[in-house]
């Protein structure tokens, strides 16, 4: 069956610190994988996307890296900040422009 | 404008009442989404329009009922809903594939 799996824990790090997100994936074979945050209550959030011949992209804090062999995206957010607390959403494109999310990771940042 | 916006924010509506969801963007994006959340889940893709026609229906009930009057507009009809219905519902919209989504704030839906 087909699955996207991200930390089912929560990440809690230090201010300051970088943050390493993973998300892995079985039986896709997506074109894009995007990144998405999102806090309480609200919807989420675009940050980036990488395309299957990326092997990294990075804007400002953020570095994603996608690795088709192994099937695996890491996302980053250097020198992390308390305002960096969210919710992140891993998510790939299916046939028709179908976005599916994984379960997202909860990350704590504390000062 | 770069916003999707929804309305209302917060519903609440019996069993047998029928209301709406609206959604609205600006940005030209011919590619247009419904999402429903429920408590600590990511969001799962109920209905995907694309240059207006209805073109993913992920086997959602019929008591849901989307529509797109123009490339501007997206419509949520809701009709006999179940409690377990109660979630935040969540529109969006993107230029196409290869493309990050715009997601509006929602709509928290209460059935009672």
């Known amino acids: 069956s087909q699955k996207i799996e991200q930390n089912s824990e929560a990440l809690n790090i230090q201010e300051g610190k970088t943050a390493t997100l993973t998300c892995n994936y079985t039986?896709?074979?997506?074109?894009?994988l995007q990144w998405y945050r999102q806090d309480p209550g609200r919807g989420p959030v675009f940050l980036l996307l990488?395309?299957?011949?990326?092997k990294e992209k990075r804007k400002e804090r953020l570095k994603v890296t996608f690795d088709t062999t192994l099937k695996q995206s890491l996302f980053h957010i250097t020198a992390s900040q308390p305002a960096d607390s969210a919710t992140y959403l891993c998510?790939?494109?299916?046939?028709?422009?179908?976005?599916?999310f994984g379960a997202g990771t909860i990350l704590r940042v504390k000062s | 404008d770069t916003e999707v916006t929804q309305t209302p924010k917060h519903l609440v509506m019996g069993m047998t009442n029928k209301k709406s969801l609206k959604c609205e963007q600006h940005?030209?994006?011919?590619?247009m989404y419904w999402y429903k959340q429920k408590a600590k889940k990511p969001p799962e893709l109920m209905f995907v329009?694309?240059?207006?026609?209805?073109?993913i229906n992920e086997s959602v009930p019929s008591r849901f009922s989307p529509e797109c009057p123009n490339s501007s507009l997206l419509n949520l009809h809701l009709h006999a809903l179940q409690p377990e219905d109660s979630a935040l519902y969540l529109c969006?919209?993107?230029?196409?594939?290869?493309?990050?989504?715009?997601f509006g704030s929602g709509t928290r839906l209460t059935v009672v």
């Open positions: 039986n896709y074979s997506p074109a894009y």
């Open positions: 329009y694309s240059y207006e026609k209805l073109s």
């Open positions: 990488i395309r299957e011949n990326e």
């Open positions: 940005m030209g994006h011919r590619a």
């Open positions: 969006a919209s993107s230029q196409g594939t290869g493309y990050g989504y715009t």
């Open positions: 998510a790939l494109v299916e046939y028709g422009n179908k976005l599916v």
